[in-house]
């Protein structure tokens, strides 16, 4: 989600001179008491804002829609998981396209206050069976814990903070402990042998260690739309792995030197 900042790079430049000038605590605390609501035009879907970084995040997704490609997304789309959902945006985004049917899907991030809005917006919208679930994917075994870095942006934190992206991004991180959970059992828990229409991964860096780690999953998963950062894999790498379980590379949407976005579908050949 950190590409946020590079789509945006006017309205991050304000949102960091904000932060600098030590507005953003201020600003923040403002829209926790007096959040915006907002509801999309067209299906009536329901979003709101609570943090001066969703700002940008809802401007891209939802104003300039230029986050993710529509016409990728499979026909009549009705199962997804979003892995780094952050505050519930892209179900939103997705509620907003299905156009009045049904979802079902699991909403996982590492950050429980995320986690919170993630579920706010479920409710909100009408979603009994969109679960918002506090967790950590690729980086343990199930039921154990393992170290999450929360940035004081709600949309750039990390498993893993390298020393090039504290000098990057410089503000206050804060190491916390999340409980490391296996996205096959939660989706066969809620949902036993459905099939997965969309995968969203976006887990700063951890996405190689959690295709290697569900294998299982994968293969009840139809489609991926994954964001890349060149300190956990390249898109090779990434490529080679989903090849090995039987994806195919459809596009690249976006692509910076740092990170980048793709669509992969599987062969049904």
């Known amino acids: 989600m950190r590409r946020v900042f590079v789509n945006g790079a006017r309205s991050a430049a304000a949102l960091r001179a904000v932060q600098k000038l030590g507005l953003h605590q201020i600003g923040n605390r403002w829209l926790r008491r007096f959040p915006v609501i907002r509801r999309l035009s067209g299906s009536g879907v329901i979003y709101r804002t609570t943090r001066l970084a969703s700002i940008l995040l809802a401007d891209e997704m939802f104003e300039k829609g230029s986050l993710y490609d529509a016409a990728l997304l499979p026909e009549n789309f009705s199962t997804f998981a979003d892995l780094g959902c952050n505050v519930g945006y892209f179900t939103c985004w997705l509620a907003h396209l299905a156009a009045g049917r049904k979802l079902r899907g ?20 009408q979603m009994p069976e969109i679960y918002a679930i506090n967790g950590i994917v690729g980086e343990g075994p199930d039921g154990q ?25 410089k503000g206050k991180w804060q190491k916390i402990s999340v409980p490391c959970v296996n996205i096959g059992s939660l989706w066969q828990k809620h949902f036993g042998d459905t099939r997965c229409h969309l995968l969203k991964i976006d887990i700063e860096g951890s ?28 898109l090779d790498e990434i490529k080679k792995i989903l090849a090995e379980h039987n994806f195919t590379y459809v596009k690249t949407i976006e692509e910076s030197e740092k990170m980048g976005t793709a669509f992969f579908r599987r062969n049904t050949v």
């Not at 699991?106 to 919208?125: F, G, I, S, T, Y």
């Not at 814990?145 to 991004?169: D, P």
């Open 106 to 125: 699991l909403m996982l991030d590492a950050n429980p206050a995320a986690v919170q809005e993630a579920r706010w917006h479920a409710q909100a919208n």
């Open 145 to 169: 814990s393992a170290e999450f870095f929360l940035y004081e942006s709600n949309i750039c934190s990390t498993s893993h903070l390298t020393q090039e992206l504290g000098q990057e991004l």
């Open 207 to 234: 996405e190689m260690n959690f295709l290697r780690a569900e294998p299982a999953f994968l293969s009840q998963v139809d489609s991926i739309l994954i964001e890349w950062h060149t300190w956990g894999s390249t």
